[in-house]
């Protein structure tokens, strides 16, 4: 009840200022004064110039202190091959948004001192110039060709789903609030799922007689991968929308209940090596939920240990296969 009066107040006021307003306008009109405010003296007007000129000055002074401040923290360091191309993309519209920025701001402070009012210059009123709109269309046009096709080739060589034998498939299961990671076993395949077989065991729904989906392996917590090899990720959920994000690698993607959505990257820091490169000896990769999907949200937390080929294989051999967990227990 306090918030509506509190509410019901503000918007009161807001109208009683608005009238206010018009009723000291039409009082101005009345008295006949309305042509006297619109002549602007030579103080006036240098006064307006001067207060551009320290505008300006002090948008640039504080863009330059926020890029100082917070232009490092703007992007993690890139840890995948296509993540070196996407930073490449995200610095070229930086580039294009700078440019415009300060040619505009730029342009309002020349402005301001090339039109302003002189007695006895008339102001001419222009309604087109088709040659400025043509040559500001086309510009614009050929930036935003460069951008969107650059943007296109990039997200499809993330989406567009690998081949070889050299890629290694990680299924991905999202459910409130946490994630699991589930490797194929020795036979290379990952089993079978039905949504009809999940249990408090089987939390992945995996199919018991699906020979394949007895030795997949399941991993909570983290999860391995090997540098320089192609990383395909699957993507479920059980529940509700949740979405993967690996900030440091540059991909994200929706798991929605219902359907399989994929992703992959190739790795080419180590954990290691990104602790040498960040100066942080407790650096680790992360995977979060990237969707707001309840109140534990913040929770969906999975650290990724990025490692040679050989600890890779080692960590791998180590972890216990869906049988292993009981996951056909009934």
């Known amino acids: 009840?306090?918030?509506?009066?509190?509410?019901?107040?503000?918007?009161?006021?807001?109208?009683?200022?608005?009238?206010?307003?018009?009723?000291?306008?039409?009082?101005?009109?009345?008295?006949?004064?309305?042509?006297?405010?619109?002549?602007?003296?030579?103080?006036?007007?240098?006064?307006?110039?001067?207060?551009?000129?320290?505008?300006?000055?002090?948008?640039?002074?504080?863009?330059?202190?926020?890029?100082?401040?917070?232009?490092?923290?703007?992007?993690?360091?890139?840890?995948?091959?296509?993540?070196?191309?996407?930073?490449?993309?995200?610095?070229?519209?930086?580039?294009?948004?700078?440019?415009?920025?300060?040619?505009?701001?730029?342009?309002?402070?020349?402005?301001?001192?090339?039109?302003?009012?002189?007695?006895?210059?008339?102001?001419?009123?222009?309604?087109?110039?088709?040659?400025?709109?043509?040559?500001?269309?086309?510009?614009?046009?050929?930036?935003?060709?460069?951008?969107?096709?650059?943007?296109i080739i990039t997200w499809n060589k993330i989406t567009t789903p690998p081949t070889g034998e050299d890629v290694i498939t990680i299924e991905l299961y999202a459910r409130q609030f946490d994630w699991t990671a589930r490797y194929a076993g020795n036979d290379g395949k990952h089993g079978g799922f039905d949504f009809h077989q999940i249990t408090s065991k089987n939390a992945l729904g995996l199919i018991a007689d699906d020979s394949a989906s007895i030795d997949d392996k399941l991993v909570r917590n983290e999860f391995h991968i090997p540098i320089g090899r192609r990383i395909n990720f699957t993507l479920r959920s059980q529940d509700v929308i949740h979405s993967a994000y690996m900030p440091h690698f540059r991909s994200q993607m929706n798991c929605v209940p219902g359907m399989s959505t994929q992703m992959s990257f190739t790795p080419i820091l180590t954990t290691e090596e990104m602790r040498e490169e960040t100066g942080n000896p407790e650096f680790q990769y992360v995977l979060l939920c990237n969707k707001i999907c309840g109140k534990a949200h913040s929770n969906m937390r999975m650290d990724i240990i990025v490692e040679s080929e050989e600890d890779y294989n080692a960590w791998l051999a180590k972890q216990k296969t869906a049988t292993d967990l009981g996951a056909f227990n009934n």
């Open 1 to 151: 009840m306090i918030n509506l009066l509190i509410t019901a107040t503000v918007i009161l006021s807001a109208f009683t200022v608005m009238y206010l307003v018009r009723i000291s306008e039409l009082l101005t009109e009345a008295n006949g004064e309305s042509q006297k405010q619109t002549i602007v003296s030579a103080f006036q007007n240098n006064f307006q110039k001067l207060l551009l000129v320290v505008f300006a000055i002090a948008l640039y002074g504080f863009y330059y202190y926020l890029v100082d401040v917070y232009g490092g923290s703007l992007l993690p360091v890139s840890a995948s091959e296509h993540g070196v191309e996407i930073d490449k993309l995200y610095n070229f519209n930086w580039v294009i948004v700078n440019a415009v920025f300060f040619i505009c701001v730029s342009l309002l402070v020349y402005f301001a001192f090339k039109f302003a009012r002189k007695d006895g210059n008339t102001a001419s009123f222009i309604t087109t110039n088709h040659k400025l709109e043509i040559g500001l269309a086309t510009l614009v046009s050929i930036v935003l060709a460069i951008v969107v096709s650059w943007g």
